[in-house]
C-alpha cells in the first residue's frame, strides 16, 4: 500500500447565481480553464487534476449542447 495520502478536492459552493446563455457559459469555463493551467503548469495536485477534469467535461458538454442547438 502507498503512503501517499490523497485529499480530496475542495467543493465548491456557489454564493450568488445568474443565469446565462450555454455558449456564454462554455467560454467562460474554457477562459478559466486556459488561465489556469497557465498558472498552475507545474504545481499541480491530485484535487487540482480532479477539478480540471470536471471542469473539462463541463465544457466539453457545453460545447456539444451548443453544437446540437445549431444543428436543429
Known amino acids: ?3 501517499i495520502q490523497l485529499n480530496p478536492p475542495l467543493r465548491i459552493q456557489p454564493t450568488t447565481a445568474k443565469n446565462i446563455s450555454a455558449k456564454s457559459a462554455q467560454a467562460r469555463v474554457s477562459q478559466f480553464l486556459d488561465h489556469h ?3 498552475h ?3 499541480r495536485t491530485q484535487g ?3 477539478i480540471i477534469a470536471q471542469l473539462q467535461k463541463l465544457a ?3 460545447t456539444q449542447e451548443q453544437a446540437m ?4
Do not use: G, H, P
Not at 69 to 72: F, N
Open 69 to 72: 442547438r445549431k444543428t436543429k
Open 41 to 43: 503548469v507545474s504545481a
Open 1 to 3: 500500500m502507498s503512503d
Open 37 to 39: 493551467q497557465e498558472r
Open 48 to 50: 487540482d487534476n480532479t
Open 60 to 62: 466539453d458538454a457545453l
